[in-house]
């Protein structure tokens, strides 16, 4: 209207804060190994590497499944550990960022996946995470629609497959075990991931 004024509004901010954990392991050397192995530098190598292969698995599992304050619901038998850091599944519950197929679980269908997908604002997740036992019955609801899971190629060339143009990350952290309500451990979680500064999920 002409000669109107506007209604002020300025932006609030919650404070949240982050706390630093530190992951690891020591990577010991047998004396019997480094003294009877054809070269030591290799012996050391072969177990420094095997001892990365390990972090990299523990990350996947608290990316997961971490739950430090012990939260309810959350599978992997990680809970209530310290020196853990709150991993998706923690973080969700509660939250609004959760969607139940069923109050004791139920089977999964593609319009659950594109409600997931559409809980994730602003766009499209960048990925779905997803355990390998779900991937096969998202299989098996492509096919039985009359159409697959489409293919891809990643930056670095690997093959990728896709939900409507969404890549599927398999993890085997993913747990098939979870429980909803009376369901008994027969339960699993699909995660819709938006990665990115201030929009999305990111680490340092």
Same mark, same amino acid.
């Given at each position: 209207?002409? +000669? ?5 509004? /300025? ?12 992951? +690891? ?6 004396? $019997?190994?480094?003294? /009877? #192995? ?6 050391? @190598? ?17 990316? $997961? ?6 939260? @309810? +619901?959350?599978?992997?038998? =990680? ?9 998706? %599944? @923690?973080?969700?519950?509660? /939250? *609004?960022? !959760?969607?139940? @197929? ?5 089977? =999964? &269908? ?18 779905? #995470? ?16 009359? &159409? ?19 890549? =599927? ?11 909803? +309500? ?8 699909? #995660?819709?991931? !938006? %990665? *990115? ?8």
């Amino acid at each position: 209207v002409p +000669g109107g004024s506007w209604v002020e509004s /300025t932006p609030t901010f919650a404070q949240v804060q982050e706390k630093l954990t530190i992951l +690891g392991g020591d990577a010991d050397v047998d004396n $019997f190994l480094k003294r /009877t #192995y054809a070269a030591t530098n290799d012996i050391e @190598a072969v177990i420094l590497e095997e001892k990365a292969k390990a972090v990299a698995y523990t990350f996947s599992n608290y990316f $997961f499944n971490g739950n430090p304050a012990a939260v @309810a +619901g959350v599978p992997g038998g =990680l809970g209530g550990d310290a020196n853990a850091f709150a991993g998706l %599944h @923690a973080r969700i519950i509660g /939250t *609004g960022q !959760q969607i139940l @197929a069923a109050a004791n679980g139920a089977t =999964l &269908s593609l319009s659950l996946l594109d409600q997931l997908i559409d809980l994730v604002k602003p766009g499209v997740p960048d990925v779905l #995470y997803l355990s390998r036992r779900t991937r096969r019955q998202l299989n098996t609801l492509r096919r039985a629609s009359g &159409s697959l899971l489409q293919t891809s190629f990643d930056q670095f060339g690997n093959f990728i497959m896709t939900y409507d143009g969404i890549p =599927l990350e398999v993890d085997d952290f993913i747990r098939d075990d979870a429980t909803v +309500g009376t369901s008994g451990a027969v339960c699993s979680t699909v #995660y819709g991931v !938006q %990665h *990115g500064f201030e929009t999305g999920l990111m680490g340092l």
